[in-house]
């Protein structure tokens, strides 16, 4: 039994928190567990009857000639788990020049006017010319291309949103979270504007009034110096402001909590537009911007890489009617008398011999045992701690309620050659007197019971111990834990996938693990786990009406004698048995 807790409890504190993670040696090497099981046996639902808020930054992937660096934000609500609406609108914030345009406007690229040629045709009126060289040129002046570059402002749209894709995702081996896979489409819009404000094309600083009819009158005509041949050979018109099309996209939920989630997407704006401001017919004669689709206008991809973070409203998730279905079957047994059968050795990660000597290492040096003195260990488990102290020496009884874990730790011992006595029986009815010179109980196995239960184990152990014994008791902080719940942990065994929620009773002080098994031979087990959890001046009480006097407390293996309230995960007390106990209530 003393491994009951060592997921689920550290879990709740740890996963959290990011302090402690299962190791990675938990972690099955057999592929293929979950194929062709349910991946779902306790859901939430993360998305029905919820709102999203996200606000994103971008970053443009398909503009020619500007990159575009945007803010923003989309909201969604769903219907159900799978279907939903979401708006969206990002909004340019930082301009970055692609190598197309660093190129054009290198020197050279494109032709330069200048204010004044006297061999040109329009000797004595204002510039900017052509020089002669450059007549035959079919491209646009350089202050006519920046005055008709346009660039992406900001994009919008409305969507349908469909989440066809959701389960749990593994990251490190070690970290878990749900995901979920999402695609969307609907109507988008998207606006641009000049890239270079102010600039003008060689037709408007020549003021040409009539620069798009050629059957009206005066077009490209400059005054007095008649056609303009940039107007009339090298049209330019920027082609600004909003355009409204379609808008598809996809993206990835990783959930940090029920309520906040990582959130990358790629989104996609598809609208008609001509970049550049210039004619793209061929076939125009003479040639005229005509900023339309059925002009000059091409479909343009105008799609972004964004990143954001995910709020849900309502924060908390609701549960699947299949959980709540589970959770109202009444149970014959108590739970730690059902769950720590043949299957719960599955869900066992392995222990280093490394962890097991350094835990062994702190019992025996707070236990302080004469050499061959007799030590209990109430809730062995599988009996990894009491065959590395018998093989130190010492006599070791080991206490356990499981007669599978039992066989298994008698297994073991036979193997590797020690000497444990491993007894069947329930700590709540101990009836050891004064047998031994030490005592622990390690890994939370501690406060399975009520309280006057969990007094009585108490008062037993104490008994057990002879004057001035020791026992080291291992449990979970409760101080610590109350920051770090509710939260979910997963982890792989021997052929099984564990998936846990924990929660915390703030009225009993009690520890409420959900936990789900799915095994390779398509069998999923539900069970549910209650643990009190103490505070350092909760166990101190309980451990001085049993009669124990406490010498210790420590906030972990490395931290010897020195504990930090709330910041320490674990609680390890050495307590003495006093020379006459306290009289129990």
């Not at 349910?38 to 859901?43: L, Q, S």
């Amino acid at each position: 039994m003393k491994n009951t807790i060592k997921h689920s409890i550290a879990a709740a504190g740890v996963c959290a928190a990011g302090i402690l993670l299962l190791p990675t040696e938990a972690l099955a090497k057999k592929p293929g567990v979950l194929e062709g099981k349910p991946v779902v046996v306790d859901r939430l639902e993360l998305r029905k009857f919820r709102a999203q808020i996200t606000p994103m930054i971008g970053m443009s992937l398909s503009q020619p000639f500007v990159h575009k660096g945007m803010v923003g934000a989309n909201v969604r609500f769903d219907f159900t788990d799978w279907i939903g609406v979401r708006a969206s609108f990002m909004y340019g914030v930082i301009n970055v020049d692609s190598k197309l345009l660093k190129a054009l406007n290198s020197p050279g690229a494109l032709p330069e006017g200048s204010a004044n040629n006297n061999i040109d045709t329009y000797d004595g009126m204002p510039g900017p010319f052509r020089p002669n060289d450059q007549l035959d040129n079919p491209a646009p002046l350089h202050g006519d291309f920046k005055a008709g570059l346009t660039r992406l402002q900001y994009t919008g749209s409305v969507d349908l949103a469909f989440t066809p894709f959701s389960g749990k995702l593994g990251l490190f081996s070690s970290l878990f979270t749900e995901y979920d896979i999402y695609i969307f489409g609907g109507f988008g819009f998207a606006g641009w504007q000049q890239h270079y404000p102010g600039a003008q094309t060689t037709s408007e600083l020549l003021q040409i009034a009539n620069t798009s009819d050629p059957n009206g009158v005066g077009y490209c005509q400059a005054g007095m110096a008649g056609t303009n041949s940039e107007c009339l050979l090298h049209p330019v018109k920027a082609d600004g402001g909003f355009r409204a099309g379609g808008s598809f996209g996809a993206g990835l939920h990783l959930f940090i909590t029920d309520w906040v989630a990582l959130n990358p997407e790629v989104h996609d704006i598809i609208v008609a537009h001509n970049d550049a401001g210039l004619n793209a017919t061929i076939t125009d004669v003479p040639p005229v911007v005509s900023n339309k689709l059925s002009g000059d206008r091409v479909i343009r991809h105008n799609a972004t890489f964004n990143l954001g973070v995910t709020f849900y409203l309502p924060p908390k998730a609701k549960r699947s009617r299949l959980e709540q279905k589970l959770r109202k079957k009444r149970r014959s047994k108590q739970w730690f008398e059902e769950i720590f059968d043949e299957d719960y050795l599955h869900t066992l990660p392995f222990m280093t011999p490394q962890q097991t000597e350094r835990e062994v290492a702190f019992l025996l040096d707070a236990l302080e045992l004469p050499q061959g003195g007799r030590v209990l260990d109430i809730g062995c488990g599988y009996g990894r701690h009491a065959m590395e102290i018998a093989a130190r020496g010492h006599r070791t009884v080991g206490l356990d309620l499981s007669l599978p874990l039992l066989i298994r730790a008698t297994d073991a011992a036979r193997r590797v050659g020690v000497n444990v006595d491993f007894v069947h029986g329930d700590m709540r009815d101990m009836t050891f007197d004064a047998e031994f010179e030490g005592a622990y109980c390690y890994f939370t196995t501690f406060g399975y019971f009520d309280d006057d239960t969990n007094r009585r184990v108490a008062a037993g152990i104490c008994r057990s111990l002879k004057p001035g014994g020791r026992f080291v008791l291992d449990l979970i902080n409760r101080d610590y834990l109350v920051g770090d719940l509710p939260t979910r942990v997963w982890w792989q065994g021997d052929g099984c996938v564990v998936l846990e929620e924990v929660d915390f009773n703030y009225f009993t002080s009690r520890l409420q693990v959900q936990r789900q098994i799915i095994l390779e031979d398509g069998r999923q087990l539900e069970q549910e786990i209650s643990i009190r959890a103490y505070s350092l001046h909760e166990i101190g009480k309980v451990l001085h009406h049993a009669g124990f006097r406490v010498l210790e407390v420590s906030g972990g293996l490395d931290l010897r004698g020195r504990f930090y309230g709330n910041e320490s995960r674990q609680l390890l007390v050495v307590a003495e048995k006093k020379s006459e106990p306290s009289a129990l209530p």
